[in-house]
């Protein structure tokens, strides 16, 4: 099993839309979450840490269940540039020996 | 400010040889990564340093290898490239994995083997 795994996707969905992506991780030891995101043949960058209480940034709202062991991403109001590979991140290890381990990536697609 | 350089951008390489893929950052970050990036995989860990002098693997350490011997610097090497290491290669630095700041990437090294 993958340590941290995402639904490839694509997910299609229309201007407005609200989209939920969802990341599970094997180590219940992990530490810290991020969400990043990855235009094509583009670096990735941070979109958003996940914090234990839930967090939110203009239209995106991230989560963590540390008992089921995902975070999840929703974005409501889908705009075109939104469209993206969304990648989840997790940290394995203690304080700043970690390892940060990626998900695969879903890649959203907003149509007009 | 550079953030993170990776060098070169591109690489065409024959099976067997060597090259080593550049990687500086001037944020004096001490935790840096090496990342590899295949189609429907996403980025697979390599090796990371948590500071100069200390190197670990990842997921992927298999044909690679790394040294630290500065904060600044965390080249990686491919002692006699394979076709299966025809891949999007990935520098990234952050200050910790824990310390809430993102990870900075590199432009990525776009490298072939044939």
């Known amino acids: 099993r993958k340590e941290v795994e995402q639904d490839p996707g694509p997910f299609n969905v229309p201007e407005g839309a609200t989209v939920a992506f969802n990341c599970t991780y094997s180590?219940?030891?992990?530490?810290?979450f991020f969400w990043y995101r990855q235009d094509c043949r583009k670096e990735p960058k941070l979109l958003m840490s996940v914090y234990s209480s839930g967090n939110e940034d203009g239209r995106f709202t991230a989560q963590l269940n540390r008992a089921s062991q995902y975070i999840s991403l929703l974005i409501r109001d889908s705009k075109l540039s939104d469209s993206a590979t969304y990648l989840c991140v997790v940290v394995n290890g203690s304080s700043n020996t970690g390892k940060l381990i990626f998900g695969q990536g879903t890649t959203l697609q907003v149509k007009p | 400010n550079a953030g993170v350089t990776q060098t070169p951008k591109f690489q065409v390489l024959k099976t067997g040889q060597s090259m080593t893929l550049q990687c500086a950052q001037d944020?004096?970050?001490?935790?840096m990564s090496w990342y590899r990036q295949d189609p429907g995989m996403g980025l697979r860990l390599i090796h990371y340093s948590v500071g100069a002098g200390i190197t670990d693997q990842g997921e992927v350490p298999n044909g690679y290898n790394v040294s630290r011997s500065t904060t600044e610097d965390f080249p990686l090497r491919l002692l006699s490239a394979a076709p299966s290491q025809t891949s999007v290669y990935f520098c990234a630095s952050t200050p910790g994995p824990n310390s809430g700041q993102p990870q900075h990437f590199g432009d990525g090294t776009r490298l072939s083997i044939l």
């Open positions: 944020m004096n970050h001490e935790y």
């Open positions: 180590n219940s030891a992990s530490q810290s």
